[in-house]
């Protein structure tokens, strides 16, 4: 398993000074027990956020295995609803503080386009949320049709970061970015496409399948 490193700044500096805080006072030979027990718990906090950031910044290593009309899921987290338009489908997706939180290509096809939107902080159960909120916009197209993925930012998840640019060439699976904190991914299927998934379920980032093409 691997770590994102935009998780680096989250999990190195706090760790370093929270065991020093923890270790230093002690190797100085300070004996205020006032003074060292605040340092001391004032460190294991940092230590015990650094390791959260740890778990929270994981990047798991997983086998891309899907048929050649699969849509697999972009993210890890629990499908929130899934909208079925005339034109199109919408499958939304929670990504809670405990899941990974990087996204992956449903689809092989080429990315043409990555829009940044600007926006607001809403929670990802606001039904706005996914209208109003910051985010960035990958649309990849191949033969069977246009699709979507939208990073949405939350009241935690105030940046999300792209990792790939327009032009590319994804296999499906490949990394697109990843959300800081928690909170929703979008994903929209073109009306070729039937959602595989329902509202409450829990899928994981290439390898819940949550369309197919028909």
């Not at 939107?117 to 909120?133: Q, Y």
Request: proline share 4%.
């Amino acid at each position: 398993m691997s770590i994102l490193k935009e998780g680096y700044p989250f999990i190195f500096p706090p760790l370093a000074a929270g065991l020093g805080l923890v270790i230093i006072p002690r190797l100085a030979g300070l004996t205020a027990a006032a003074f060292c027990y605040g340092l001391a718990a004032l460190g294991i906090v940092l230590v015990f956020f650094a390791l959260f950031c740890l778990f929270f910044f994981r990047a798991p290593a997983i086998t891309i295995n899907a048929g050649e009309n699969h849509i697999l899921s972009p993210c890890d987290g629990t499908v929130l609803e899934v909208c079925n338009g005339e034109h199109e489908t919408v499958i939304r997706i929670f990504l809670s503080v405990f899941n990974v939180h990087l996204q992956r290509s449903p689809v092989k096809g080429k990315l043409t386009n990555v829009e940044h939107k600007k926006g607001r902080f809403l929670i990802a159960w606001n039904p706005l949320a996914h209208s109003l909120n910051e985010q960035n916009i990958f649309t990849i197209e191949n033969e069977h049709g246009r699709f979507t993925v939208s990073q949405i930012a939350g009241f935690l998840a105030r940046r999300c970061v792209s990792w790939v640019k327009t032009g590319d060439t994804l296999k499906q699976g490949d990394k697109l970015g990843c959300i800081k904190f928690g909170s929703q991914v979008d994903i929209c299927l073109p009306k070729s496409a039937g959602a595989a998934v329902r509202s409450g379920q829990s899928v994981r980032a290439g390898i819940t399948v949550i369309g197919e093409i028909t």
